[in-house]
């Protein structure tokens, strides 16, 4: 079996137009079929299914103790499935022990030696391999350049920043040149703009090495900026696989619409479907909702429709001519981001809406303060109906 990795490709090969699970005749590097992973009475992992490509950054999403470390774990080798499969390239990994698999795992605490210097906690792997010096010190230089930390060789850890540790874990996990690198929260321990920062770092370093990227993670925002695809898991299940953009706009339950990103849901019934629109009586809403989703419904279904703050345009001046997807309150809480404002928007009945406003302006405009009466509409494309 070939286990060899792919030689690096250039950024823009690997990016454009990368979608390989939109095509039927490619072939998934990783295959988890129907894995089932119980410790005891309880199911960690639930009859999970999934297609991974090669080259492909790929990120599983949940709340602690949804299931994807330990989905991760059974593609390391350290946890075995109670039921079902998982292949690599085609090959069973059953029974195939960790240190045989070509798969490296960085871990959240990134595990470093603190006795070693950079130079020895990355070239600790090869070492153990008994590969030839010439080699080693070959590869490590590589490794340095790549991750930028030519000149701190001989630094030990505790004389190193977080953002520089976690490149030493990261070098010493892709030296072996695995066939896919796992990473167990890796940003967990960064401040945010380092965080951020690191997020494209490692998204420019994937693009340039072509391997496979799983990342473990719990933070939305993580996942949405590096992944090309996202799982979100819960109570060992996957829920919705698909894009970034997919599962922010087109979410396909209200678990995955309320775990991604902020979120309105207005409770409602169909009232009539016709070919160009949804029309929508709403329980906390006094004006008609119409959607141009296309969708399987008819007069009658309950349903939620989801709604994103940063679709709702919200003003101080009454709206004219706005039959539908319209509503009128006072502000009572506001959170200014800077680059936006969110507002909270009490209606007459006590429902609460919340819109995004940008902050494109040194307020030209009049401000929206707290306590002001403010009137708020959408467009019928901005709204998603969730049935489940």
């Given amino acids: 079996m070939d286990w060899s990795t792919p030689k690096p490709q250039k950024p823009q090969s690997v990016r454009r137009k990368f979608e390989p699970w ?3 005749s490619a072939r998934p590097l990783i295959r988890f079929q129907n894995v089932v992973k119980r410790y005891g009475d309880i199911v960690a992992v639930a009859g999970v299914s999934l297609d991974i490509y ?6 599983l999403l949940g709340p602690s103790g949804c299931g994807k470390t330990t989905l991760m774990r059974l593609l390391a080798g350290f946890e075995e499935a109670s039921e079902g499969a998982v292949t690599l390239a085609g090959a069973d990994l059953s029974g195939v022990p960790p240190y045989r ?3 490296n795992m960085m871990f959240q605490s990134y595990a470093l030696f603190p006795h070693m210097s950079v130079l020895d906690n990355i070239a600790f792997g090869l070492k153990q391999e008994g590969m030839p010096k010439a080699e080693i010190a070959a590869r490590v230089d590589e490794m340095l350049k790549l991750v930028n930390l030519r000149g701190y060789e001989k630094r030990k850890p505790d004389q190193l920043s977080g953002g520089q ?4 874990a990261l070098a010493r996990s892709l030296v072996k040149r695995p066939k896919v690198l796992l990473l167990d929260e890796p940003m967990a321990a960064l401040d945010k703009k380092l965080r951020e920062q690191t997020q494209f ?8 090495i072509g391997t496979t990227f799983i990342i473990v993670t719990h933070d939305q925002e993580e996942a949405m900026t590096v992944a090309d695809r996202i799982a979100v898991m819960d109570h060992g299940k996957l829920v919705q696989v698909a894009t970034p953009s997919e599962i922010y706009e087109q979410p396909n339950s209200r678990y995955v619409a309320e775990f991604v990103g902020d979120i309105n849901l207005i409770e409602a019934t169909v009232d009539r479907v016709t070919p160009g629109d949804i029309s929508l ?3 906390v809403l006094e004006a008609e909702l119409r959607l141009t989703q296309r969708i399987d419904t008819k007069a009658g279904d ?6 994103r703050p940063e679709k709702i345009r919200i ?3 009454p709206l004219s001519e706005v039959h539908a997807n319209c509503a009128q309150g006072t502000v009572y809480d506001i959170a200014y981001l800077g680059d936006l404002s969110i507002y909270h928007v009490h209606l007459d009945n006590g429902f609460v809406l919340k819109a995004a406003k940008t902050n494109v302006s040194r307020q030209i405009e009049p401000p929206i303060g707290w306590d002001d009466k403010v009137y708020l509409s959408w467009t019928p494309d901005a709204g998603v109906i969730l049935k489940s």
């Fill in 22 to 24: 939109a095509d039927p």
């Fill in 54 to 59: 090669e080259r492909e950054f790929f990120a």
């Fill in 101 to 103: 698999r070509p798969v």
């Fill in 165 to 168: 540790r976690q490149r030493v």
């Fill in 201 to 208: 770092e490692l998204m420019d370093l994937q693009q340039r």
């Fill in 281 to 283: 009586k709403s329980d």
């Fill in 302 to 307: 309950r349903v939620a429709v989801a709604l």
């Fill in 315 to 317: 003003g101080k001046e």
